[in-house]
């Protein structure tokens, strides 16, 4: 009865035998942080089938550790690494330059490659796959996004079944650090200055507080939950530098509070993708994410919403992605091949929003706003005024029901140009 | 510089063009309402190397739907379909018997098993995966817990690279059902009819409300996530039927709610597992599933908490996670396979407990359970005692600072026995 046809043979005969005859040899590239608690897991749990053998990283003497096995080799050379008789490359030193020519190198070479590389992935994982699949290699890529939590695997395993409509996500720890501490009453600048204290915010925080990190990583996500290939850069962010302390007082009336969202949706078969502070119902699961935690809301068409929630960040959490990556290779585990395509990327969504005004105040602003909304057909939901505030620097708060974002923008170009207007009006998504 | 003896070669030449030479041959077990819905995603979505083949069920002409494709063969016999082309069974009629047959004669044959069946997978999966390795098949049971929710793969894949110590769930929608109408002012008898008005209670509700149906799902989780082949039997579940709406008002004032809770960790090396209501704070992931949602928490030496949820049940989200097994076959995708080993459990926790008394007031009572108490070393965390219950039935509460359970039975020993109890004492663990 045993058919010798079943498309299950090949890999179920050769599987054990073959992978398992000897550890696979595994290099890390860049011994920061992740590198080594990589490194401390390998050496502590010595998962079977995988074997620390190289570490290269620039000027290596100073990055020694006496806790690896004497057997491994410090190297300061990436070609002789890459050349040598190592099976996978673990690139952990981020960006593209030198990072991505070692990837390519060692991809070419017929190497695997382990990466949590999110910009490399965003703008060329396409390519880089391409790549390993042409030269017998493998290219793993689970911590690229939200570091320890299995988003990744459960998108390539465990939903590859559904057909993911949307993904919502908390995916840079810097800003939900940020934003969950203003929320707590504290200034912008105060609890910046206190994520770069605890290592959590760059010098120059642009990258996390801008949106960039973020879209590179939402990218990644809807490459294998939307299922489109897309360019990053058609991703417009916004940054959470807007926010003050008065929205989050606002938020609360409202019952929300404001988190960085990142956010990807397939609507009559266009995308639209934004990055960018957001409110969310406090009774929605983005809210639940507290300081650094990252986040990942998968919509699927058939199996409805999935949560994945955990340290999205940090040296052992990632590190545990990148051994995750390393035993799915050891043990022959592919990833289900999710067919993509290249799609462009818009930003027009359709929910309520929340505007804050800053104004001088004078007779005639919201009868002006509110024909301008009106002009767009946009439904005002609520005018929130709170006391206590300065006639000269007066906000107040518009939130309509759910509208284009196109209209929406029609609708505030002119009363951005009304004279009374302190500061850009901030609008915000609304989610529910 | 392509090595010829990278352990990674075998799968990567052979895998693409031997197994995707044609679709895989899908026989679907069981056509209730999970079956339907794989059906329906299979014939919907086409996903790339699945083809439906065949439908079996008893007097399977009663099932016999016209939107399955006209080439899928209807059958009553189950040996027919076995010995037949197919390479998969999906098997979702549920229990041992005759469900356990089938999947081992399928495997006998050299076929691939995907199940849903958690009661079998929970006695038997891992004689069923020893089967299916010595006959060259697969065996997935992604399906088995908390359905549309990724855990498996996120256990075997994504967090393959940590230790777990320790791992909660609420694993049962009914409970969670029962327990969160209840929380909104509802009596156990009315939220029960309700549930089984709904579909969501069997007449006899045994299996969920007293617990048996979560600890075999806890059983297959602590095999993936604390490594560990245990016997369900050796889980002690606890019913919820004991609570009352006295509890949560208690539970509301102490800043918690009360879940069906399923829990396994590995303290010192043993292992301890239980199942049954518990009171979680209201800022735990555990009190944010509602209605018949799940969830998971695995808490990694390295990454820490990783929560997992969504809708653990229902048709369409439990196919979605046999459909992402079926296409985990379908690419050559195999389990990292981690390593088990049999183990007893015990039941000795060591947490703070919610202890709810029912008595006939009379002088002494808190005495007599403070000395209880005091004897075994445990302390108290406070005594509450709301006001407006009549004195020939009133209820109160004590909680104490985390103790060991069985530290906390001796001392309840002498308190049960006191003869002003009107029921048992309802101990409950306390998850903060």
Redesign the interface.
């Given at each position: 009865?045993?058919?010798p046809t079943?498309?299950?043979?090949?890999?179920?005969?050769?599987?054990?035998e073959?992978?398992?005859?000897?550890?696979?040899r595994i290099a890390i590239f860049g011994f920061g942080t992740v590198g080594s608690?990589v490194a401390r897991?390998l050496v502590e749990?010595k998962?079977?089938?995988l074997e620390l053998t190289h570490v290269f990283n620039r000027r290596v003497a100073r990055k020694r550790v006496d806790w690896v096995p004497a057997g491994v080799v410090w190297s300061e050379d990436a070609d002789e690494v890459?050349?040598s008789?190592v099976?996978?490359i673990v690139e952990l030193a981020g960006g593209f330059d030198p990072a991505g020519a070692w990837v390519r190198n060692a991809l070419?070479?017929?190497?695997?490659v382990v990466t949590a590389n999110k910009k490399l992935i965003a703008y060329h994982g396409v390519a880089l796959e391409r790549l390993a699949?042409d030269?017998?290699?493998?290219l793993k890529y689970?911590a690229a996004v939200a570091?320890?939590?299995?988003?990744?695997?459960?998108l390539e395993?465990?939903?590859?079944?559904?057909?993911i409509e949307r993904i919502e996500g908390i995916l840079n720890g810097t800003c939900n650090f940020i934003l969950s501490k203003m929320d707590e009453g504290a200034e912008y600048a105060t609890v910046l200055a206190l994520a770069q204290k605890r290592g959590y915010a760059e010098a120059d925080p642009t990258e996390d507080v801008g949106g960039f990190d973020a879209r590179a990583k939402l990218a990644i996500l809807m490459r294998l939950a939307l299922r489109v290939e897309v360019d990053p850069d058609e991703i417009a962010p916004r940054p959470i530098t807007t926010i003050t302390p008065v929205d989050f007082s606002y938020a609360r009336d409202l019952g929300c509070t404001i988190r960085q969202v990142s956010r990807a949706e397939r609507v009559e078969g266009r995308i639209a993708a934004t990055v960018g502070p957001m409110l969310v119902s406090l009774r929605s699961?983005l809210a639940?994410s507290q300081g650094t935690e990252n986040m990942v809301i998968a919509s699927?068409h058939?199996?409805?919403?999935?949560?994945?929630?955990?340290?999205g960040a940090g040296g052992?959490?990632t590190?545990?992605?990148?051994?995750?990556?390393?035993?799915?290779?050891?043990?022959?585990?592919?990833?289900?091949?999710i067919?993509s395509a290249p799609a462009r990327v818009g930003a027009e969504f359709e929910v309520p929003h929340y505007i804050r005004f800053l104004v001088v105040d004078r007779p005639g602003i919201v009868a002006a706003i509110t024909t301008a909304l009106a002009n767009e057909q946009i439904n005002i939901r609520a005018i929130v005024q709170k006391p206590g505030y300065p006639s000269h620097a007066l906000p107040f708060v518009v939130t309509v029901e759910p509208c284009k974002t196109s209209a929406l923008q029609r609708a505030l170009t002119p009363v951005r140009a009304l004279d009374c207007m302190l500061v850009e009006p901030l609008d915000l998504q609304m989610l529910e």
């Open positions: 009865m045993h058919s079943s498309p299950l043979e090949a890999s179920s005969t050769h599987a054990p073959t992978r398992m005859a000897r550890p696979l608690s897991i749990s998962p079977q089938g890459i050349a008789g099976d996978v070419q070479a017929g190497k695997s699949a030269r017998g290699g493998h689970g570091g320890g939590i299995p988003v990744i695997p459960g395993q465990g939903l590859a079944g559904d057909r699961p639940w699927g058939y199996g409805g919403d999935v949560v994945f929630s955990g340290h052992h959490p590190a545990v992605a990148v051994v995750s990556d390393l035993l799915a290779l050891a043990h022959g585990s592919r990833r289900v091949d067919p």
